[in-house]
Structure formats: structure tokens, C-alpha cells
């Protein structure tokens, strides 16, 4: 048993089934009985399905909350969810692009290792060259082949 699981171990032995921890600036809910949590996630899922209300220069970096990872729970998010599962995570869809995702785990091995030899620029740089390399490639059918 690892230490973290101890602490709460602890804390539940303390406070009881549910727990509310802040880790940093985010607030967590830890549910150590199982039927406590099959009511919250299950029966009254659409109360925790929510997100928090973000800072104004967040709403525009997030487009809006108009992307799968920010838009609230609700009719839109449904809608994107149902578009991501049914058309972009299609195993007919992931098996046509497999040659695109092979071409960018190449790319991003020559960018990590021209990186690692030359310490030229931050590692993030090669992740962000590669999904943007893919994205590139899935949308317009493109391979970039300089960066520019």
C-alpha cells in the first residue's frame, strides 16, 4: 500500500465515506464506498458531469468552451462526444490514418533526438511539431516536411 492510499485510508477512518481535498487550486472529492460513488457517478451523474466556471482569459483560449475537453455537460457536449466516438475514433478511421500516426512517432523521434544532441530548443516544441504535423496531415491529407 503506497503512502497516498494510507493518508486517505486515514482520513476516511477520520471524516468519514467522502472527503473534499483542495490540491492547489483544484478541489477533489474522494468516495471510499462503493455505493456512495454508484449514486454520485450513476444516479446523479449529471450534477458532477460539470465543470467549473473558468476566468475570462481562459473562455477565449478554450474557443468558447466549443471543444470536447471544455464544453460543459449539456446538448453540446453530447454532440461532440457523439462526433468523436463516431467518426474520428471509428476503428475504420483509426486503421485508414494508422500510416500518418507511423510518420509522426518517426517525426517526433527525429525531432527528440536532434533536440536531445543540440539542446536547441524545448522538448514541448517536438510534441507540439509532431500533433501538429498529424493534425495537418489527417485534415488536408499534407505531410510537412520543413518546419517552418
Request: net charge positive.
Amino acid at each position: 500500500m503506497s503512502n497516498i492510499e494510507s493518508i486517505l485510508q486515514d482520513l476516511h477512518a477520520r471524516y468519514g465515506p467522502i472527503i473534499t481535498l483542495r490540491l492547489g487550486s483544484r478541489l477533489s472529492i474522494n468516495i471510499s464506498d462503493r455505493y456512495l460513488a454508484h449514486s454520485a457517478l450513476i444516479t446523479h451523474g449529471a450534477t458532477f458531469a460539470g465543470r467549473p466556471k473558468q476566468t475570462a482569459i481562459r473562455e477565449i483560449l478554450n474557443v468558447n468552451y466549443h471543444t470536447i475537453n471544455t464544453a460543459t455537460y449539456g446538448p453540446l457536449w453530447r454532440l461532440l462526444r457523439r462526433n468523436l466516438a463516431g467518426e474520428v475514433l471509428q476503428p475504420s478511421h483509426v486503421k485508414l490514418l494508422s500510416s500518418a500516426r507511423k510518420w509522426t512517432v518517426d517525426l517526433l523521434k527525429e525531432e527528440l533526438s536532434c533536440s536531445y544532441n543540440s539542446n536547441s530548443k524545448p522538448l514541448i516544441e517536438s510534441f507540439h511539431l509532431a500533433m501538429f504535423s498529424l493534425l495537418v496531415y489527417m485534415f488536408f491529407g499534407e505531410r510537412l516536411d520543413e518546419v517552418i
